[in-house]
T-cell receptor, first 117, second 113 residues
């Protein structure tokens, strides 16, 4: 069984400030880790993912996340946010191939990031 | 490419009515999923399919049925809608390899009154 906890339901920040959205997970098997973003009235889009290798992964729009196995965390960070980053962010895990995960995702509760001018 | 398309986008049902949500993907993905999104609860898996003709229960399957008669389509049915099924429903699809991302549709907002 897997579970994901996003520690903050809402994070308000000012434009150009740094931000960290926290995510912790638990799982009895090895996992893949994902961050998805949902803009208002839209579906989910993949922001970044950790599969293996380097524990620091980056997105094309300046976000990064670091996989910390000992702390079972996958926190999302951005050094300087923009108004357009306002959205809801979901952390998710999937069991690795070879078991019976079939790509099923377990999501956290979501964190609403609001960037103020 | 259209990706994952859901119809309808909005629907209001009366308690006890039935309806079917349609999901279509044009990426030749083997795996398809139905999730529901409720405030403060993230997305929860209802049912999923690992190939044409196969379906399986997810975390919250009660009150829903699904069918995958064609590889590109995944239908979600509500036989007798209840107010507790008021939610936003998302369909997603992916390749069999777990490391590939899931692609999501735009969602169906369902209200049961």
């Amino acid at each position: 069984a897997q579970s994901v906890t996003q520690l903050d339901s809402q994070v308000p920040v000012f434009e150009e400030a740094p931000v960290e959205l926290r995510c912790n997970y638990s799982s009895s098997v090895s996992v893949y880790l994902f961050w998805y973003v949902q803009y208002p009235n839209q579906g989910l889009q993949l922001l970044l993912k950790y599969l293996s290798g380097s524990t620091l992964v980056e997105s094309i729009n300046g976000f990064e996340a670091e996989f910390n196995k000992s702390q079972t965390s996958f926190h999302l960070r951005k050094p300087s946010v923009h108004i357009s980053d306002t959205a809801e962010y979901f952390c998710a895990v999937s069991g690795q191939t070879g078991g019976t995960s079939y790509g099923k995702l377990t999501f956290g509760q979501g964190t609403i990031l609001t960037v103020h001018p | 490419n259209a990706g994952v398309t859901q119809t309808p986008k909005f629907r209001v049902l009366k308690t006890g009515q039935s309806m079917t949500l349609l999901c279509a993907q044009d990426m030749n993905h083997e795996y398809m999923y139905w999730y529901r999104q409720d405030p403060g609860m993230g997305l929860r898996l209802i049912h999923y399919s690992v190939g044409e003709g196969t379906t399986a229960k997810g975390e919250v399957p009660d009150g829903y049925n699904v069918s995958r008669l064609k590889k590109q389509n995944f239908l979600l049915g509500l036989e007798s809608a209840a107010p507790s099924q008021t939610s936003v429903y998302f369909c997603a699809s992916s390749y069999p390899q777990g490391q590939t991302e899931a692609f999501f549709g735009q969602g169906t907002r369902l209200t049961v009154v």
